[in-house]
């Protein structure tokens, strides 16, 4: 088989990239490990940023975001018994969208589903071989069957357990990684949410996060030592410990009921430096991971893949090499500020097990801060709706 382009990964990253391809006419091909299926009943982040919304809209699918997508103009943060809304309005004028991540791979699979566009799922052994000339290609199993696929690109949006990364010589490769002592227990419920904005809430007994989907449906996260397995986590024991983490106002509203789906993710922050060797680029996840605290993953991987669908653009279309020269660049800087943003809410946010006095006390500063300096409140909130792409 030939394409100009092969996609590694069907999430978010590679779905986004084929549709800004196949958009501008550039042969593509993707493929991914897992089933249609099993990549929409994953459950992840819930908050888009605008450069995410426009992405989607450049690539006409954006209808159900806007009519189902909820605007929101601030967020909640809770130290202890101190509360401080920061308003996005107000601040810089702008907003997020709470939309989930299934939702936009849903309506960007469809689209791709409903183009000529060839992509293979479920397949095996996937492997890619001379990168480092012009003529690279990617082979796999499919049902027993090997295939290969040459093209003059290959791309790796397969998440950070992905192959992609990996095949990469570790000599020209630098990685930066902080892997924090705690996890996220997420569940989903058809519940209404307990408050209409998002609440971080930073408590005595840890982290918690009160996020939403719709007016009927919550989203809510605790922070877990890793040790802790998700089979030991009825939904009553989740409820009540949540509950004993809200402030008592928003326990009041809470509304339990069965859940629909709990996991436990671990919190990392990880940088894979460049994210170009010869003829492969990595995007989203495989080449960086931050923790979810400020929501910046999802966002990050759409900010990657525009950076580069640009790059491709020229180099096909216009026969100029310089905006591939430069992606790995271009996307560092915002990568970089994703992760020292999305770093700094985890420490702001979380009990750490070995927080010694001065730790909890810089911590208590730091919201402190926040509290009485707008120039700290516009500095969150330009970080949380994102930089400029
Ligand atoms: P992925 O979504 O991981 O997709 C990679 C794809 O590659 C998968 O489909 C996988 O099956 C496939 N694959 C893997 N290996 C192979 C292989 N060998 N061959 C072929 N295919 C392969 N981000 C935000 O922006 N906002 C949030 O609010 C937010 N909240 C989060 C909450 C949680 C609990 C978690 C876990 C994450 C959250 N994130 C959030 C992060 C966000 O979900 C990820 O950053 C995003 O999924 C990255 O997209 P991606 O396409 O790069 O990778
Ligand atoms: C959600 C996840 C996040 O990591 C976050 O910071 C905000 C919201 C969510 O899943 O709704």
Redesign the pocket.
């Known amino acids: 088989m030939q394409t100009q382009v092969t996609i590694?990964?069907?999430?978010?990253?590679?779905l986004l990239l084929g549709e800004l391809l196949t958009k501008e006419g550039i042969d593509n091909i993707v493929?991914?490990?897992?089933d249609q299926p099993y990549?929409l009943e994953r459950i992840?982040?819930?908050?888009l940023e605008s450069v995410t919304v426009e992405g989607l809209e450049r690539v006409g699918v954006a209808a159900r975001l806007h009519k189902e997508g909820i605007p929101h103009h601030g967020i909640e943060l809770v130290y202890d018994d101190k509360h401080l809304r920061i308003d996005f309005q107000k601040t810089i004028n702008r907003y997020v969208v709470v939309y989930g991540?299934t939702e936009v791979t849903r309506d960007l699979m469809e689209a791709r589903n409903n183009s000529s566009a060839l992509s293979f799922y479920g397949?095996d052994d996937?492997q890619i071989h001379d990168i480092e000339t012009e003529n690279p290609s990617v082979s796999f199993e499919i049902n027993g069957e090997k295939k290969v696929i040459h093209s003059r690109i290959v791309v790796g949006?397969?998440?950070f357990?992905?192959?992609s990364r990996k095949a990469i010589p570790e000599k020209v490769q630098k990685n930066y990684e902080r892997v924090y002592p705690f996890g996220?227990l997420?569940l989903l419920s058809d519940t209404p949410p307990v408050a209409d904005e998002l609440i971080y809430s930073n408590s005595p007994r840890g982290f918690s996060l009160s996020s939403q989907r719709s007016a009927m449906r919550s989203r809510y996260y605790l922070q877990v030592p890793l040790t802790e397995k998700v089979e030991d986590w009825s939904d009553d024991r989740f409820w009540e410990e949540l509950s004993l983490r809200l402030y008592p106002e928003a326990r009041k509203n809470l509304v339990t009921g069965k859940s629909i789906e709990k996991s436990i993710?671990p919190l990392r922050s990880f940088v894979s430096e460049p994210l170009r060797y010869g003829s492969l680029f990595l995007?989203?996840?495989?080449a960086h991971i931050v923790p979810?605290t400020g929501?910046?993953?999802?966002?990050l991987?759409a900010s990657d893949v525009l950076y580069l669908a640009d790059a491709l653009m020229e180099y096909f279309i216009e026969h100029r090499e310089l905006g591939m020269d430069h992606y790995s660049e271009k996307c560092l800087r915002r990568i970089w500020a994703g992760e020292r943003f999305s770093w700094w809410m985890t420490k702001l946010l979380h009990r750490f097990d070995d927080q010694d006095p001065f730790t909890q006390k810089m911590q208590e500063a730091e919201f402190n801060h926040l509290m009485n300096s707008e120039y700290a409140i516009y500095s969150l909130a330009e970080n949380y709706v994102g930089l400029p792409h």
């Open positions: 590694i990964g069907s999430g978010p990253a590679g493929l991914d490990r897992k990549i992840r982040a819930g908050i991540q397949v996937v949006c397969d998440g357990h992905g192959v996220w997420g993710a995007a989203g996840d495989a979810p929501a910046k993953g999802l966002n991987a």
